[in-house]
């Protein structure tokens, strides 16, 4: 199983950027994605998440109404939306498998995550 995420870069405060996430190995319909990010000195922090089948969604209160994923299965991609960037979503941003069903009180921990990718690095600055 292989994850690639792209679509990171540097972009300026208020600014947009769409993450992609290419599953291979692995049919992502029967699977839940997360979104992480890691930055320098800190610990790996659940963004966002979607579940198999019905596509339900949690995100990080710090992202939540800027932040949207999304899933195509038939892509086997998923895709992180991110809008009105701030300096401290600056991040390696990685995506993450799990073949099961989370809920609110473990979506966000990298425990919980099979397969991750390799992650892809946002920069917001001015």
């Known amino acids: 199983v292989q994850l690639q995420a792209s679509g990171g870069g540097l972009v300026q405060p208020g600014g947009s950027l769409i993450l992609s996430c290419v599953v291979s190995?692995?049919?992502?319909?029967?699977?839940?994605i997360g979104w992480f990010r890691q930055a320098p000195g800190k610990g790996r922090e659940g963004v966002s998440y979607?579940?198999?089948?019905?596509?339900?969604?949690f995100s990080a209160g710090s992202v939540r109404g800027r932040f949207t994923i999304s899933r195509d299965n038939a892509k086997n991609t998923v895709y992180l939306q991110m809008n009105s960037l701030k300096i401290e979503d600056t991040a390696d941003y990685y995506c993450?498998?799990?073949?099961?069903?989370?809920?609110?009180?473990?979506?966000?921990?990298?425990?919980?995550?099979?397969?991750w990718g390799q992650g892809t690095q946002v920069t917001v600055s001015s």
């Open positions: 993450a498998v799990t073949p099961r069903s989370l809920i609110l009180s473990s979506w966000s921990d990298p425990g919980q995550y099979d397969y």
């Open positions: 979607i579940s198999m089948y019905r596509g339900r969604t």
């Open positions: 190995g692995l049919a992502i319909d029967g699977y839940s």
